[in-house]
């Protein structure tokens, strides 16, 4: 009898020690208690974003959501590996929402884990496989118990200056493939065991784009690799990580550019550039009754777009008024005479200036001949013509052709309310 109520009193101590433990262990990382779904944003997206990383239900590979950088937002992508998992552990629907069956299932696991680790003396950590809802946790796991060449570890870094698609290699294999378009940061999808030799390469498929390296060799030492270093550029001639300048090591450049008054600038007015590549275009876009100029270190390129840049750049785009016309000059086509019926050789010609004698572009300008009698026709077709003066100031008339009547007349020239000038032409009969 003594014997029996011994037994059940060790009996009832063990089966309590085991609930403290999984209390105590459970409250470190859950349990999970709420329903998740999309738009939600709170702490326990972020726990069991950590938990489908690191037990093969992985939501990226980069970026926010990867391993060592889960967020508190529930999105598509936490949708879609919540579902992956739902559906490797046969929960109906598998549809990615975070419901109680899931919940129950999440929990168990981790309670599992917990009572695994806290009787070997361990910490929680995470079990690294895809676990059915029943599974037993066994000594495979990765605990601190195991030596640590059971361990896993992620092979990444950062990327910069891509202007087109390069494939990271490690070891001459597991190919990574970045383009422009992703973010900042990679990680190979391999992972690494502890004392594993790693050698990650760059393969860029534009011939135009160089790529260099740093921290890319070495071996992993109970840690994920992160500080790979990967630096591109279109004709990057030089290892940027390596190269010694003579002004001092300065391998990114400035470019500024601003407007004076009575203008903008379109495009990226600052740039930051590489050794040797080229900035973007901006143009100098002048204010209505204003004109671009050039900008202040005297170029006229407008759009500009510098190249092969080797220094800091700040220039100003400048801009003046545009000229106002004040008066109107016979050029060309004065006087002459043709045959009735007939194309006269010259077209007719002026220039407008203005009170400075500059010539003014843009400006309208009116030829009209008589409508009766001796006469013109421009283009076959009409007795007034058009034309718009151009940089230089001049503005030209149509090919004319002297009508049917023979005689003296005036061709009148107008633009506003300038004073006219006349041309005097002459249609003659045949010799």
């Not at 959501?65 to 967020?71: A, C, D, K, N």
Request: glycine share 10%; net charge neutral.
């Amino acid at each position: 009898m003594f014997k029996k109520k011994k037994f059940s009193a060790i009996l009832f101590l063990i089966a309590l020690t085991l609930s403290f433990i999984l209390t105590q262990s459970v409250q470190a990382v859950g349990p999970f208690n709420r329903d998740l779904k999309v738009g939600d944003v709170n702490s326990d997206v972020k726990e069991l974003q950590n938990f489908l990383n690191t037990n093969g239900f992985v939501l990226t590979q980069r970026g926010f959501g990867s391993l060592g950088h889960e967020t508190n937002y529930f999105g598509t992508v936490t949708k879609n590996a919540l579902a992956k998992f739902q559906k490797a552990n046969k929960i109906i629907p598998a549809i990615g929402f975070f419901d109680l069956v899931t919940r129950n299932i999440v929990n168990k696991i981790i309670a599992s884990l917990a009572i695994k680790n806290n009787l070997t003396g361990g910490a929680l950590i995470n079990i690294g496989n895809k676990p059915e809802p029943d599974t037993k946790i066994d000594s495979k796991i990765d605990t601190p118990v195991n030596n640590q060449l059971n361990s896993r570890y992620s092979l990444g870094g950062s990327i910069t200056g891509l202007v087109d698609t390069v494939v990271l290699q490690n070891n001459g294999g597991d190919d990574l493939t970045v383009d422009a378009s992703q973010g900042s940061n990679f990680t190979f999808l391999t992972s690494l065991a502890n004392g594993s030799n790693y050698n990650v390469t760059a393969k860029a498929k534009d011939l135009d784009q160089n790529c260099y390296l740093k921290n890319n060799e070495g071996i992993v030492n109970a840690a994920s690799i992160t500080d790979i270093q990967v630096a591109c550029g279109r004709n990057l001639n030089y290892n940027p990580f390596t190269y010694i300048f003579s002004n001092g090591g300065v391998s990114n450049y400035t470019l500024t550019y601003g407007a004076g008054s009575n203008g903008s600038i379109t495009g990226a007015t600052s740039q930051t550039v590489s050794r040797g590549n080229n900035g973007s275009a901006v143009t100098a876009v002048a204010n209505s009754g204003y004109h671009f100029v050039n900008w202040s270190d005297s170029s006229t390129a407008n759009p500009r777009t510098d190249t092969g840049v080797t220094g800091n750049i700040t220039v100003s785009a400048n801009f003046a008024s545009n000229p106002v016309a004040t008066t109107i000059t016979i050029t060309s086509g004065n006087p002459q005479a043709a045959t009735i019926d007939s194309m006269f050789s010259l077209p007719l010609t002026v220039t407008v200036t203005d009170a400075e004698g500059h010539p003014v572009s843009g400006v309208f300008v009116v030829f009209t001949a008589p409508a009766t009698g001796a006469s013109v026709l421009f283009s076959s077709m009409f007795t007034s013509a058009t034309a718009t003066t151009n940089a230089s100031g001049v503005a030209t008339s149509p090919a004319l052709t002297a009508n049917g009547f023979e005689g003296h007349y005036q061709i009148t020239v107008t633009s506003g309310s300038l004073t006219p000038v006349n041309f005097n032409l002459t249609n003659q009969n045949a010799v």
